[in-house]
């Protein structure tokens, strides 16, 4: 049977899937990248100068991968640049040093330009002492292009790691061919025609401009590469033209280009043809950033009302409260006791007087009053009375702070939802890809009809997925209620994209607010599919495990339960991974602990559906509450799906 270049390229393209799916892949892929990152970055030259780009990089990172990166970007500058590499070992070094210090630092979220500014510094002051140590000193305008490089690319680099956007992504792709051009293991094969050729048929049309511009400022060919690579992108402008062809134009681009410039120089259409012959089988980008009047208008209308909520919020902050006026019931005290009392002719005593400290200390049998009543129980009486009332008035205002609390906590939390909506349109990114995918198994039992546990799993936004425990304290309706209106509301929030603290912290108002504290507890995990991080919330729920080759890592501790105060209670947050097969265990109340857990581990490999149901097996059959067992398990993602 005759197979077909197609079914090859398809092949490839599942077999590509797979392998980046897998984790230990990933995390070897990691370790390489960042060597081999620092290795190529190196490479980088203009005018047959090295440049600052790994320095750059490397200011952008911090911990393990920055090491890695400056020794991938050390080997690199020896191998490149021989004994003039020396300068590159010196940028590292100082490099490396800020990144170790500073690397991760709160600082760097209140000052993000500090290490850009750095790495900056290290390139212009190596510059010079590496000047002063050989006698050789570079041009000036080559001196001030390293410093701004420097200081450019690890701004580059710091807005990439935050965020992606299109024009980033086109200044990274001239980036990396102006590293990679300077690569040319043989004659006729270099690694920035081959990334030119694949970026100008798989990405957007800045990118392929970019790319050009890189491989004419590296100056290994005289042929314009700029122009090659822009006359090869109009090819795609051609309609109903099949994918295959598209591999032709960058080659037949500089093919053409080459008589009318009155040059010839074959060495980059080889490394043109096999980039975009890559094109068949990697993945690329074709989209084009969109215009800022497309989401302008509503990018106006969230960032106004943001403002609003904010403005309200902080309207209804700085409200004062009118002071408790303390001597008003004193004196109401002394006009009831005094008004009817029979011995009021001559006497002597003014109960109007006394001081407040009465209303907030007990009054005894009346021995520390500084008058001589001779009715000193008729005062005792409605003095007792003012203390329950101002009591009344502390507990009514303590509630109305309360409310305000909730109300004001809200408003920030609605403000920072749409403020952060507006930012998401104003980066206009690409959705994330998913490489995961959840493998759910929960089980439940109850003692009574009602099942005072509720366990939802669900899609948010992005490459987000929740799972959600509700327990309601308790069996029977009002637990099965409660766990149900906890869960319901979680759910809408969250699917909506709200943030995961808020959803909670609402819940835990309106807890407080209904004075149903501790009527429920909350165990929320979220799955990111595009990197296989868990980020765990609990909320007085009992702990997780994450069970590994059989053994069971406690997640989590007791706390109070929400709805204690608006303001005082809090989630825990715990951050794990699941990215190389392991499973998190949520468990209600009455699932049986680590107790449990330990039984049923006892045979082993259990996928999670036969894992959740032993759990709940082993929690005991004489149950006094509800329990319920979910089990979560990442998977690598189909190409189907």
């Not at 899609?459 to 929740?466: L, T």
């Not at 951050?575 to 265990?585: C, P, T, W």
């Not at 209600?588 to 680590?594: L, N, Q, Y």
Request: proline fraction near 5%; charged fraction near 20%.
């Amino acid at each position: 049977m005759m197979v077909t270049l197609g079914i090859y390229v398809r092949r490839g393209q599942r077999w590509l899937r797979r392998l980046l799916q897998d984790a230990t892949f990933h995390a070897a892929a990691e370790t390489l990248g960042y060597l081999a990152g620092g290795f190529f970055l190196s490479a980088a030259s203009v005018g047959s100068h090295p440049q600052c780009f790994t320095l750059g990089l490397l200011c952008a990172l911090s911990g393990w991968p920055a090491v890695l990166l400056a020794a991938g970007g050390m080997l690199g500058y020896f191998v490149f640049w021989g004994g003039g590499g020396t300068l590159g070992v010196l940028w590292l070094c100082a490099g490396l040093i800020a990144a170790i210090i500073l690397g991760g630092r709160p600082i760097l979220q209140r000052m993000p330009l500090l290490m850009p500014a750095i790495s900056g510094v290290i390139a212009a002051a190596g510059g010079v002492a590496y000047g002063l140590w050989t006698k050789t000193y570079a041009p000036f305008l080559i001196y001030c292009l390293q410093v701004a490089m420097a200081l450019g690319s690890a701004v580059l680099f710091s807005i990439a790691q935050r965020r992606r956007e299109a024009v980033t992504d086109w200044l990274l792709t001239g980036v990396a061919v102006l590293a990679l051009a300077q690569v040319i293991p043989i004659p006729y094969l270099g690694f920035g025609y081959i990334a030119a050729g694949f970026f100008a048929v798989s990405s957007a049309f800045p990118a392929a401009a970019l790319s050009g511009l890189a491989l004419d400022l590296a100056q290994i060919t005289p042929v314009p590469m700029t122009g090659v690579l822009c006359l090869s992108y109009l090819g795609r402008l051609i309609p109903k033209l099949p994918k295959k062809f598209l591999v032709l134009f960058p080659a037949a681009a500089c093919l053409i280009l080459m008589p009318l410039r009155g040059v010839w120089d074959l060495q980059p259409v080889p490394g043109l043809f096999l980039g975009a012959c890559l094109h068949l089988i990697l993945p690329g980008n074709t989209e084009v950033s969109r215009r800022r009047g497309e989401t302008g208008f509503a990018q106006v209308r969230l960032e106004l009302a943001s403002g609003v909520l904010n403005q309200t919020r902080l309207l209804l902050q700085d409200v004062e409260e009118a002071p408790i006026d303390e001597a008003a019931l004193i004196e109401r005290a002394a006009e009831r006791a005094c008004g009817s009392c029979p011995c009021k002719k001559g006497c002597h005593a003014n109960a109007k007087g006394l001081s407040t400290d009465f209303l907030r200390k007990p009054l005894g049998n009346g021995e520390s009053l500084p008058i001589q009543c001779k009715k000193t129980g008729r005062l005792l009486q409605e003095l007792r009375r003012s203390q329950e009332q101002l009591r009344s008035i502390r507990a009514d205002r303590d509630r109305q702070l309360e409310y305000r609390s909730a109300v004001v906590q809200q408003y920030r939390f609605l403000s920072d939802y749409l403020q952060d909506l507006s930012d998401t349109l104003a980066q206009r990114t690409r959705p994330a890809q998913a490489y995961f995918q959840p493998e759910l198994a929960v089980c439940s039992a109850s003692r009574e009809k009602a099942n005072g546990d509720r366990c939802l799993w669900f899609a948010g936004v992005e490459c987000k997925y929740y799972i959600l425990l509700c327990d309601g304290m308790g069996t029977g309706p009002q637990a099965a209620l409660d766990g149900k209106m906890a869960a319901s509301m979680l759910k809408k929030l969250l699917s909506a994209g709200y943030p995961a603290q808020y959803a909670l912290r609402s819940l835990n108002s309106l807890c407080a607010l209904q004075g149903r504290a501790g009527a429920v507890t909350v165990d929320l995990a979220e799955l990111h599919l595009d990197t296989g991080r868990v980020i765990l919330y609990k909320w007085g729920a009992a702990p997780s495990f994450v069970v590994s080759r059989s053994d069971a890592i406690k997640i989590g501790t007791a706390a109070p339960p929400p709805g204690l105060s608006v303001s005082d209670g809090r989630e825990t947050v715990e951050r794990l991974s699941l990215r190389k097969g392991e499973m998190l265990v949520l468990l209600s109340d009455g699932a049986g602990g680590e107790d449990a857990l330990t039984r049923a581990l006892e045979e082993h490999h259990l996928p999670p559906g036969e894992l959740a149901a032993r759990i709940l097996e082993c929690s005991g059959q004489d149950r006094q509450d509800d329990a319920t067992v979910a089990v979560v398990r990442l998977g690598c993602c189909t190409p189907e799906s």
